[in-house]
């Protein structure tokens, strides 16, 4: 059974730094996508950067050049460090996951209970 738990939410200031982890269990092989999602109350949720089965990292127009996902080399736990955070990043971020090569081209399969985050002055 398919496991993620997301840890690392919190308050940070505009222009400040968080590092979110998923901790990955139960998948019975590496075929598979995992990656970040966001949502806030009232809006769908939305991508924000996954990593393919080759290790090809994809990431969201909002975050490009600000995020950055990766995983340890057991593919044990997934990070997204946030860098020079706004407002607008504040979200429930939330970990998924789906066998297969790509997170867009299909349900998400698996997801984390989500970890909060805010940034606020």
């Known amino acids: 059974q398919v496991q993620l738990t997301e840890s690392g939410g919190g308050s940070v200031q505009p222009g400040g730094s968080l590092r979110l982890a998923c901790a990955a269990s139960?998948?019975?092989?590496?075929?598979?996508?995992i990656g970040w999602w966001r949502q806030v109350p009232g809006k769908e949720r939305e991508w924000v950067a996954y990593?393919?089965?080759?290790?090809?990292?994809r990431y969201a127009a909002p975050v490009r050049g600000r995020f950055t996902a990766d995983r340890d080399s057991a593919k044990r736990s997934l990070f997204l460090q946030m860098n020079s955070l706004k407002t607008e990043d504040t979200a429930t971020y939330y970990c998924?996951?789906?066998?297969?090569?790509?997170?867009?081209?299909?349900?998400?399969?698996?997801w984390g209970q989500g970890t909060p985050v805010t940034v606020s002055s």
């Open positions: 998924g996951a789906r066998g297969g090569w790509d997170c867009l081209s299909g349900r998400i399969q698996w």
């Open positions: 139960g998948f019975s092989n590496s075929n598979y996508c």
């Open positions: 990593i393919r089965p080759d290790d090809f990292t």
